[in-house]
């Protein structure tokens, strides 16, 4: 059957494609065939994934941009189409789940912050950059959510509730943009990324979940091919969960 995840000729934008899952994301699908723009708040770490993906024989942009202020997202985007002519496949990576003292506690500027990055700046890249594959030849858009939005904890609330809003405007943007843009939302689970780092152990072990670990980075790969590639052409709307089966 060849290559059943071929993306050949396709275009993929990766918002914090420098590291973590999105860097696992960048390099899967540069080695089926896509060229790759790279973005990150560090422009050099971009550059250093970007030269990666150069050596594996694709074109790569690597552009620096903090999602969660939109009059960055202008230039961002002009820069993809300027040097790519299109985007087939938006992958809203970025995020970040800083944790809050209490609900009481948590200061408006931190509330701002959370929700900026991880629901504002995805919901306005989608309608850029969807808007744009509906016009054009279509295009899949993957946002990166998380377990916290189905399993929300009060340390991380504000953060839940950013991702369960992404999760909502996931099937938003389906409806708005179908049929010829496909949306839909991986949520991963605690994945031993850079972040992990500062977990205790038995927070690694993950022992509530049905497999009774956290996932390697590179486990995230075959969903996210999945939907990037036409292998997922009957898919659009859905929450693909990448979390161990957690309880």
Same mark, same amino acid.
């Given at each position: 059957?060849?290559?059943?995840?071929?993306?050949?000729?396709?275009?993929?934008?990766?918002?914090?494609?420098?590291?973590?899952?999105?860097?696992?994301?960048?390099?899967?699908?540069?080695?089926?065939?896509?060229?790759?723009?790279?973005?990150?708040?560090?422009?050099?770490?971009?550059?250093?994934?970007?030269?990666?993906?150069?050596?594996?024989?694709?074109?790569?942009?690597?552009?620096?941009?903090?999602?969660?202020?939109?009059?960055?997202?202008?230039?961002?985007?002009?820069?993809?189409?300027?040097?790519?002519?299109?985007?087939?496949?938006?992958?809203?990576?970025?995020?970040?789940?800083?944790?809050?003292?209490?609900?009481?506690?948590?200061?408006?500027?931190?509330?701002?912050?959370?929700?900026?990055?991880?629901?504002?700046?995805?919901?306005?890249?989608?309608?850029?950059?969807?808007?744009?594959?509906?016009?054009?030849?279509?295009?899949?858009?993957?946002?990166?959510?998380?377990?916290?939005?189905?399993?929300?904890?009060?340390?991380?609330?504000?953060?839940?509730?950013?991702? %369960? $809003? !992404?999760?909502?405007?996931?099937?938003?943007?389906? *409806?708005?943009? #179908?049929?010829? +843009? /496909? =949306?839909?939302?991986?949520?991963?689970?605690?994945?031993?990324?850079?972040?992990?780092?500062?977990?205790?152990?038995?927070?690694?072990?993950?022992?509530?979940?049905?497999?009774?670990?956290?996932?390697?980075?590179?486990?995230?790969?075959? %969903? $996210? !091919?999945?939907?990037?590639?036409?292998?997922?052409? *009957?898919?659009? #709307?859905?929450? +693909? /969960? =990448?979390?161990?089966?957690?309880?």
């Amino acid at each position: 059957m060849g290559d059943l995840f071929d993306l050949s000729g396709k275009v993929a934008l990766v918002t914090g494609g420098s590291r973590g899952l999105g860097y696992q994301m960048v390099k899967a699908f540069a080695a089926h065939g896509a060229d790759v723009i790279v973005t990150s708040r560090k422009v050099d770490n971009c550059r250093a994934v970007a030269a990666e993906v150069e050596d594996m024989g694709r074109r790569a942009l690597a552009y620096g941009c903090n999602v969660a202020r939109w009059e960055e997202l202008d230039g961002l985007v002009e820069a993809a189409y300027a040097a790519f002519g299109k985007v087939d496949i938006l992958v809203n990576n970025a995020g970040s789940s800083p944790l809050a003292p209490s609900s009481l506690e948590t200061s408006e500027q931190l509330f701002d912050r959370i929700v900026s990055l991880n629901f504002k700046g995805p919901f306005r890249l989608c309608a850029m950059i969807g808007s744009r594959m509906a016009a054009g030849d279509g295009g899949s858009i993957i946002n990166v959510s998380s377990a916290g939005a189905l399993r929300p904890r009060p340390e991380i609330a504000p953060y839940a509730g950013a991702k %369960a $809003a !992404l999760n909502a405007v996931t099937t938003a943007f389906a *409806f708005e943009y #179908g049929p010829k +843009v /496909r =949306v839909n939302t991986i949520s991963p689970g605690r994945f031993l990324t850079d972040v992990s780092d500062a977990w205790s152990e038995e927070h690694k072990k993950n022992p509530t979940a049905a497999l009774r670990r956290s996932g390697l980075p590179e486990e995230i790969v075959t %969903a $996210a !091919l999945y939907l990037a590639s036409d292998r997922s052409s *009957f898919t659009t #709307g859905s929450i +693909v /969960r =990448v979390d161990g089966g957690i309880a």
